[in-house]
């Protein structure tokens, strides 16, 4: 008779660990709770924690020093270089929009469909938070309310390939890699238009509504490139001008 094997305790708790980080629970590069108290919360030894993670740090979804143990942020050791590689490039800017239209529209008619009342709550509170971001003037705090709800359609779209994608897009997104989005709400009368098109989607999803979901961010993401090219254009428009005014630091007297 084969003897039945009881799966490791390391192993169940690698595996729960895991299935966090997949499911966009536990986040790239956020640090995990101390040992001992990590311990407490899952009910099981040190020593069987500390082997549940050696092995997820083994296998590069954690990564550990003295410091802490964090989610490895394991797509930017592709995504950091190809962005940069991209950095003012007014073809992959076009590129970068391109790609956002695809995965958005369909990510916010899954995030209709899909949405559990936990998300949808949630998306209410992010256009609460946009509200009051706005009335405030402040670019800073609509910019990130507006990358916040964009991760949390996509966490109600509930595809996790997607999710983890999109996530370290919006990372580079922060770090102004494709196009700078402060420039974006300082131009005159975007701030209300790009107010008016999230609530439409959020509104949408919250809905339940997946055809409206769908235009509503197809018709948000054509916006941001259209006002993002008609920036660069005036930002080139205005470097050859200057260029002009000194045409004469080129010539001989």
Not at 22 to 26: A, F, I, K, R, V
């Given at each position: 008779m084969l003897a039945v094997r009881t799966p490791k305790i390391a192993d169940a708790i690698a595996a729960h660990i895991e299935k966090l980080i997949?499911?966009?629970?536990?986040r790239p590069g956020e640090k995990l709770a101390p040992e001992r108290d990590l311990a407490v919360k899952l009910?099981?030894?040190r020593p069987s924690l500390r082997e549940g993670i050696d092995r997820l740090v083994r296998r590069g979804l954690l990564t550990s020093s003295k410091s802490g143990t964090y989610v490895a942020e394991f797509l930017a050791p592709i995504l950091v270089p190809l962005?940069?590689?991209y950095r003012d490039n007014q073809q992959a800017s076009a590129d970068y929009f391109e790609f956002r239209l695809c995965v958005e529209a369909h990510a916010a008619r899954d995030a209709a469909v899909r949405a559990t009342d936990v998300e949808r709550e949630a998306i209410r509170t992010c256009l609460k938070d946009m509200r009051k971001a706005h009335k405030l003037a402040d670019c800073g705090q609509e910019a990130e309310a507006d990358v916040n709800l964009h991760m949390l359609v996509y966490e109600a779209g509930h595809n996790f390939v997607v999710l983890h994608v999109m996530r370290a897009m919006?990372?580079?997104l922060r770090n102004n890699i494709f196009f700078n989005r402060e420039n974006l709400y300082l131009k005159a009368g975007v701030r209300d238009q790009l107010l008016c098109q999230h609530i439409e989607i959020g509104e949408a999803v919250i809905a339940g509504d997946p055809e409206r979901a769908e235009k509503a961010a197809g018709d948000h993401i054509r916006f941001v490139f259209d006002t993002v090219s008609e920036i660069q254009r005036a930002t080139n428009r205005l470097k050859t001008s200057q260029?002009?005014?000194k045409r004469g630091d080129f010539l001989a007297d």
């Open positions: 997949l499911e966009g629970t536990l009910d099981v030894s962005a940069n590689l919006s990372e580079l260029m002009r005014a």
